[in-house]
Every structure is written in structure tokens, then in C-alpha cells.
Nanobody, 124 residues
Framework: QVQLVESGGGLVQAGGSLRLACAVS????????MGWFRQSPGNEREFVAA????????YYSDFVKGRFTISRDSARNTVYLQMNNLKPEDTAVYYC?????????????????WGQGTQVTVSS
């Protein structure tokens, strides 16, 4: 099993930046990829970004390309989501998740382990 703990959420004005962190512990050798998802009230949990744990290949949803960057620090077992030029529509609870086997990282069902989430609020 893999344990995930997110941090770094908060309140920021539109145009500002935040960096989310996801601390990974447990059976990390099972991990194929790590993803960030978000969910706002009344909406489905949606894919934001993902990274292959060993190779570092990254994937992004169209609505964050050019603004968000996913990265990982293998020595610290931590995955980051740098969010720049934030918009009010980015307001949501952000979750990190771990996928244990090779599969499409765009889909929620590919992920076996989830963190508790961290709130990001962007004011206009």
C-alpha cells in the first residue's frame, strides 16, 4: 500500500501561484505513475497532470498546459504541482494519486491510492 499526503493549498488571488506537494510513503516500488486530480462542488473529479515515476514523462490536461508543471523529487519521494497564473475556475480540492501498473494516467480508474486532498481557492 502507498500513503499520500498533500500540502500547499490555500487562498490566492487570480494571477498568483501556488506549489502543491504530495509526500509518498509505503511500497513506492509499486508505483508506475503519479497524478494530480481536482474536484469542485457539483463536478466530477478531473485529471490535471501526471508523471511517470521512473522516467519522468509528463502529461497535462488542456486547461492547465502552459500554466501548471508537475515534477518529482525521487530522493524525497515527493511529487509537486507548480501552479502559475491561477484563475478562479482553478478553485477546487486537489488530490494526488498513485498508479501501480502501466495504464493510461488520464483516467481515475488507473489509480489505486489517493491522498486526502488540499483546498485551493483562487479569488477574482
Amino acid at each position: 500500500q502507498v500513503q499520500l499526503v498533500e500540502s500547499g493549498g490555500g487562498l490566492v488571488q487570480a494571477g498568483g501561484s501556488l506549489r502543491l506537494a504530495c509526500a509518498v510513503s509505503g511500497r513506492t516500488f509499486y508505483i508506475y505513475g503519479m497524478g494530480w486530480f481536482r474536484q469542485s462542488p457539483g463536478n466530477e473529479r478531473e485529471f490535471v497532470a501526471a508523471i511517470i515515476w521512473s522516467g519522468g514523462t509528463t502529461y497535462y490536461s488542456d486547461f492547465v498546459k502552459g500554466r501548471f508543471t508537475i515534477s518529482r523529487d525521487s530522493a524525497r519521494n515527493t511529487v509537486y504541482l507548480q501552479m502559475n497564473n491561477l484563475k478562479p475556475e482553478d478553485t477546487a480540492v486537489y488530490y494526488c494519486a498513485a498508479a501501480r501498473r502501466s495504464s493510461s494516467l488520464y483516467y481515475r480508474n488507473s489509480y489505486a491510492d489517493w491522498g486526502q486532498g488540499t483546498q485551493v481557492t483562487v479569488s477574482s
